[in-house]
């Protein structure tokens, strides 16, 4: 039972343009979501946070908006770098507990 | 940003063997620490939650006597694989809570038993 879903394995976009990476999720309990980048035999790093209690926060060139009523969140870069091809993962966090659950990753290539 | 260590970085093994990974956050006290695993092309699955001075806490699924974890202090927590097989084989991940409940990700370890 996967309860953090992300539908899309891959993602090519060309350098500049904006990169959408979406997730969504079936626990309405979640209260804290994350994203983070991985690249290939490293460990995940982090890059941005939203709290369940907003739909938009903002840092620098990453945002994340949240839909509750969709339960979807996505991440938008812009303008999007070679430096940002990497796998993206999306993880929730359950209300009171700091347990993470991950979506399987959506692996994006920034092409010049 | 806060930095987590693992080691050993990779670890080629014979079966039957066990194998030791330590975690370790080199700048700040976490009292709690994550072991997670990665099969290939696939997502980072949590094994076990422990806490500094207790046992863990392991996932469903996951078998606490295959899977050793200790958190003897504040900033060291060790996954120990006893008695490795080659389905054993994955890229294990841990990741270190700070007091504001951040995890900060290890670089990991890719496990392969022969």
């Known amino acids: 039972d996967q309860q953090v879903k992300q539908n899309s394995p891959s993602l090519s976009v060309q350098e500049g343009r904006i990169s959408i990476l979406n997730c969504d999720y079936t626990?309405?309990?979640?209260?804290?979501f994350l994203w983070y980048k991985k690249y290939p035999a490293e460990g995940p790093t982090f890059l941005i946070s939203?709290?369940?209690?907003?739909d938009k926060n903002e840092d620098g060139r990453f945002t994340v908006f949240l839909n509750k009523s969709a339960k979807h969140l996505s991440l938008h870069i812009v303008p999007s770098q070679p430096g940002d091809s990497a796998v993206y993962f999306c993880?929730?966090?359950?209300?009171?507990?700091?347990?993470?659950?991950f979506g399987a990753g959506t692996r994006l290539a920034v092409h010049p | 940003g806060a930095v987590v260590s693992q080691h050993p970085s990779w670890v080629i093994c014979k079966s039957g063997t066990s194998v030791k990974i330590e975690c370790r956050s080199l700048?700040?006290?976490?009292?709690?620490m994550f072991w997670y695993r990665q099969f290939p092309k696939q997502s980072l699955m949590l094994m076990a939650t422990?806490?500094?001075?207790?046992?863990?806490?392991?996932e469903q699924g996951v078998e606490k006597d295959k899977f050793l974890i200790n958190h003897a202090s504040l900033t060291l927590s060790t996954l120990t694989v006893t008695s490795a097989h080659p389905e054993d084989s994955s890229f294990y991940i841990c990741?270190?809570?700070?007091?504001?409940?951040?995890?900060?990700f290890g670089p990991g370890t890719r496990l392969t038993v022969l």
């Open positions: 422990s806490n500094e001075g207790s046992k863990a806490t392991y």
């Open positions: 626990n309405s309990m979640f209260d804290y």
């Open positions: 990741s270190a809570g700070d007091d504001t409940d951040t995890q900060y």
């Open positions: 993880a929730a966090r359950y209300g009171g507990y700091n347990k993470l659950i």
């Open positions: 939203i709290s369940s209690i907003k």
């Open positions: 700048d700040f006290q976490a009292t709690t």
